[in-house]
Nanobody, 122 residues
Framework: QVQLVESGGGLVQAGGSLRLSCAAS?????MGWFRQAPGKEREFVAA????????NYADSVKGRFTISRDNAKNTVYLQMNSLRPEDTAVYSC??????????????????WGQGTQVTVSS
């Protein structure tokens, strides 16, 4: 079973940047980031195909967030710029061992990380 470990969360002022990392213990196919704010449902943020050539973003983060991966390191990244208070949430990475495209659907992911807190102050 592949395990995922996120890092890079923290507290930042609005307009600032953070870079999240997610290290996998083995090979994965599609990788994604999801987030969940207090009292809200989990939502899709970004995904990247196993080759890294296809990406997919939620409309709310498009143009501000960038997902990338380094398959040699089994690591996926989420560069978050121009952060807003509404980006505050627990961010979790997820890995699919079956799907190769940049999927939005949470059910297509097999393994999830424990999450990392991102807090954006106004």
């Amino acid at each position: 079973q592949v395990q995922l470990v996120e890092s890079g969360g923290g507290l930042v002022q609005a307009g600032g940047s953070l870079r999240l990392s997610c290290a996998a213990s083995g090979r994965t196919l599609t990788m994604g980031w999801f987030r969940q704010a207090p009292g809200k449902e989990r939502e899709f943020v970004a995904a990247i195909s196993w080759t890294g050539t296809t990406t997919n973003y939620a409309d709310s983060v498009k143009g501000r967030f960038t997902i990338s991966r380094d398959n040699a390191k089994n690591t996926v990244y989420l560069q978050m710029n121009s952060l807003r208070p509404e980006d505050t949430a627990v961010y979790s990475c997820a890995a699919s061992l079956s799907y190769r495209t940049a999927n939005r659907e949470a059910w297509k992911y097999d393994t999830w990380g424990q999450g990392t807190q991102v807090t954006v102050s106004s």
